[in-house]
């Protein structure tokens, strides 16, 4: 049992029905690829909700997912868990959506931290305005760093995990998840009623 | 024993927080926060953050945004199949024509400025249902009965027809009415020169069109549900999701949201959204009809629309409550009004089920989709609905249930856009709750329906005959 609440392991195996539904979907099961897509949907919408937030094309960006792991399941070796692989193409094509908004970008990391968009604590009073809290906060990050932090703190993806997901070094996922935390430290020292706020969130929840 | 730097400390707060680390890194990470007031002040703060971070999960995608989705990933995945024969698609999944009411649409209204459709003598739609007196060519329609492009079908009053397009549209008309089919499955151009149609129409790709023609309107889309009044009044169009771009005789141009109307008998083709024109499209007489019947589905439409914001938010319980309030306050006279609010009332009984089933109730979510069934909704919802009960079924393990709501499914619409789906479900129901002869007969229907279809390998291997 860990500490903080009932997040999946991600460095577990593959489940074997899953290696067998994927099996089943390289060979075009049409049942098998419903069942991929009702498994792994919810957890595809997430991670693309919290990085790009309550855009409108969230569905866009889901489908697009799933269309593109179709199309390369061909290329799927099994190396990696298939909820780790699709979560990386998840996050290719959120990330491709990002730079779409930010046209002329040329170093995300080079974006300054857009400015704050998180609402006063006095508004945050349900499990719902908490999740604009917290989609808030994310939106602060950079994209780089929000995808480090999603994935490493929110989706539990060890820092070697991410660093894969993000055909990134370790030491670079390092970084970007500290410089993460760091802002929305900052955050919360600028506002210290957001903590409150979030545990008081989490305790009625 | 090394130690650990701060960096390398906060490096492991998940795999801390998880229980992931092994016992001689929970020790050096101990050590270490134990002789470090900052890391253990950080730590203390993350331990309590990381969990209220993770709990707050964005909604789930509702039903109807699942489906949604599911049809788009098989339009792309099809790969410019437009027709998405079942022989070209490789893909099956569903292209249910109610599930796309709520897609991203766009429909463009020109007045008055009706083009001739491209001729092609290849029929692309079948007559799926007939009520009434109703005529193709001269002939009364037999069951199934392919439309030639351009044969001419007529409605006497009080007849209906519904056809189903090969691209994956139902229309549904009503008469007294006059129509004829022209252009092909990837350029549909219908000329409806009286009489009521409602179309649903799957989210057409760049280079197809979808196209009504009356005497007043051209109405093209991308993918909505909509509906289209032609008589001596005029004519009227009714979006109920997606957007509107009016283009009027003069050239201007006019947005019309979902949910609001244009009518051709107005000034400059005036649109309205809340007030102005009656809600509920009918024939072109109940356009004029009284204007309590009107409110009361102005007043639905209001609610559908509050309720599926609701629901895109992932608040089925707020949605339920809507339902209800609405329900609670319904006006005496609605009994009396055609149809009660139309099918508005059929949408909001079919939100009902939805957020049922978005909100975990799914005994209630499976009685409610039933219901729609018993009360007799358009084809294409009752298929759709009992299609939903027979998913529900079948992931709380209850095959048989599953497998007669899929069976039902299919009989609610024979050429419906889920029938594929709905017989594949049907057969592995029966081969899943021990019935192989049903099984073996579903899958004979299977591979003559669709001998190229995706679950023919499942089919050949459950009739006993091997790969093809």
């Known amino acids: ?205 | 024993m090394t130690g650990l730097r701060c960096a390398d400390v906060e490096a492991r707060f998940v795999d801390a927080f998880d229980g992931r680390l092994d016992p001689a890194e929970s020790v050096r990470f101990h050590s270490h926060l134990e002789g470090c007031a900052a890391c253990r002040e950080r730590a203390a703060l993350w331990r309590a953050l990381t969990p209220r971070m993770r709990e707050a999960v964005p909604p789930a995608p509702d039903a109807m945004a699942t489906r949604r989705m599911r049809i788009e990933i098989d339009r792309q995945l099809a790969g410019g199949a437009a027709a998405s024969s079942p022989a070209r698609r490789w893909w099956s999944w569903s292209v249910p024509a109610f599930g796309l009411v709520a897609a991203a649409a766009i429909v463009v209204v020109w007045l008055r400025v009706g083009r001739p459709a491209p001729a092609s003598t290849v029929g692309y739609a079948a007559i799926t249902a007939v009520r009434g007196d109703a005529r193709l060519g001269d002939r009364a329609p037999g069951a199934a009965a392919r439309v030639p492009v351009g044969a001419p079908i007529a409605l006497s009053a009080g007849a209906a027809v519904e056809l189903t397009l090969d691209g994956g549209a139902t229309l549904h008309v009503e008469g007294p009415g006059r129509l004829a089919l022209e252009g092909s499955a990837r350029d549909v151009a219908i000329r409806l020169g009286e009489g009521k149609l409602e179309a649903q129409v799957t989210h057409r790709r760049a280079d197809e069109r979808f196209v009504v023609i009356t005497k007043e309107v051209r109405v093209e889309v991308r993918g909505t549900r909509f509906a289209v009044v032609a008589g001596a009044a005029g004519s009227h169009v009714r979006v109920t999701d997606g957007q509107v771009a009016v283009q009027l005789a003069d050239g201007s141009t006019r947005l019309v949201s979902a949910g609001a109307e244009l009518d051709s008998t107005m000034p400059d083709g005036e649109t309205t959204a809340e007030t102005d024109t009656p809600a509920d499209v009918g024939t072109a007489a109940d356009v004029n009809r009284s204007p309590s019947c009107a409110g009361i589905a102005r007043s639905c439409e209001a609610t559908a629309r509050a309720v599926r914001a609701a629901m895109r938010a992932g608040d089925s319980e707020r949605a339920l409550r809507m339902i209800a309030d609405a329900r609670r306050a319904a006006r005496p006279g609605e009994a009396s009004c055609p149809g009660g609010a139309g099918a508005c009332d059929d949408e909001l009984r079919y939100l009902h089920a939805e957020a049922l089933n978005q909100a975990g109730r799914l005994d209630d979510a499976v009685a409610a989709y039933r219901a729609l069934d018993r009360r007799g909704a358009p084809s294409a919802m009752r298929q759709n609905a009992l299609y939903a009960a027979a998913q529900i079924e079948r992931r709380q393990g209850r095959t048989a249930a599953a497998g007669a709501d899929f069976e039902r499914a299919l009989a609610a619409a024979p050429r419906g856009a889920l029938h594929e789906d709905a017989l594949v479900g049907a057969m592995e129901s029966a081969q899943g709750s021990g019935d192989p002869a049903r099984a073996r007969a579903l899958a004979t229907r299977y591979l003559r329906e669709f001998p190229r279809g995706l679950a023919a390998l499942v089919a050949h291997r459950l009739v006993g005959d091997g790969p093809p």
Do not use: C
Not at chain 1, 23 to 35: G, K, L, N, Y
Not at chain 1, 67 to 75: G, K, N, Y
């Open chain 1, 1 to 205: 049992m860990n500490e903080v609440g009932d997040m999946p392991d991600p460095s577990r195996p593959q489940p074997p029905q899953v290696a067998a539904l994927v099996d089943r979907a390289r060979r075009r099961d049409p049942a098998a690829f419903r069942d991929l897509f009702h498994s792994h949907v919810g957890a595809v919408h997430r991670v693309v909700r919290r990085m790009v937030g309550g855009r409108e094309d969230v569905e866009d960006l889901v489908q697009t997912t799933f269309v593109e792991a179709f199309r390369s399941l061909p290329d799927f070796r099994g190396d990696a868990l298939f909820s780790t692989w699709l979560t990386r193409i998840a996050i290719r094509v959120t990330m491709r959506a990002v730079r779409r908004r930010h046209p002329g970008t040329s170093s995300l990391d080079e974006v300054a931290e857009p400015a704050s968009v998180t609402p006063g604590p006095e508004r945050v009073t349900s499990a719902r305005e908490t999740l604009v809290l917290v989609e808030g906060l994310l939106a602060e990050l950079r994209p780089k760093r929000r995808a480090a932090f999603v994935l490493h703190v929110l989706e539990g993806y060890s820092m070697e995990e991410v660093a894969a997901i993000l055909s990134a070094s370790t030491a670079a996922v390092k970084v970007r998840v500290h410089d993460a935390r760091r802002h929305i430290e900052r955050r919360l020292k600028q506002n210290p009623a957001l903590v409150t706020t979030l545990s008081r969130a989490g305790g009625q929840s």
